[in-house]
């Protein structure tokens, strides 16, 4: 049963907030849990993105509909399609590359340039060489728990990902039906 949404949810301009100098956040999944360090430095616009989003309450609930061993593990589309809706063009503009897309940084996905929403990847490889030059600005780490990431399923390989117009229209209930072995996000929230 789909609850509805949080109200500031369905309004990207008012989650603005300035994210901390650095600051964890904790990610409860249907695998266990892991925790993601994050430094504004390495990528501030980033950074106060994924801050608003998680302390909003945004990715509690959402699936990893891609998971591509030696690759990425990759979230962030709302499980409710009127989330997804609301924040189909709520970009932010690029943060230039500081640190490498190594193993366990997590970055922003994106369309091309200055297109980055809400969703993420989690290196699972040193992607770096391929990843650093596309504008891929890596802002945080998983410092605790990657053996978590690794264990998410990833046997539906790009298929879900090639199905993203579908999960941003119909949510949950599409990939319970198409990708029912997808692990999911129970609670992503900032550690104090």
Known sequence: MLHAPPPILLKPAALHAQAPASFDVSFTTTKGTFV?????????????????????GFYNGNEFFRVVEGFV?????????????????????????????????????????????????????????????????????VTKGLAVVKKLYGGYGEAPSNAQPEIASQGNTFLKKRFPKLDSILRARLVK
């Open 73 to 141: 593990v990759q979230f962030g589309i709302s499980g409710d399609p009127k989330v997804s809706s609301a924040w189909q063009n709520a970009n932010i503009r690029d943060d230039p590359v500081k640190t490498s897309n190594t193993v366990g940084t997590l970055t922003f996905a994106d369309a091309g340039p200055n297109t980055r929403t809400t969703q993420l990847f989690i290196n699972l490889a040193n992607n770096g060489p391929s990843l650093d030059s596309q504008g891929f600005a890596p802002f945080g780490k």
């Open 36 to 56: 993601v360090s994050v430094h504004r430095a390495w990528a501030p616009r980033g950074a106060d993105r994924f801050y608003n989003l998680v302390k909003a």
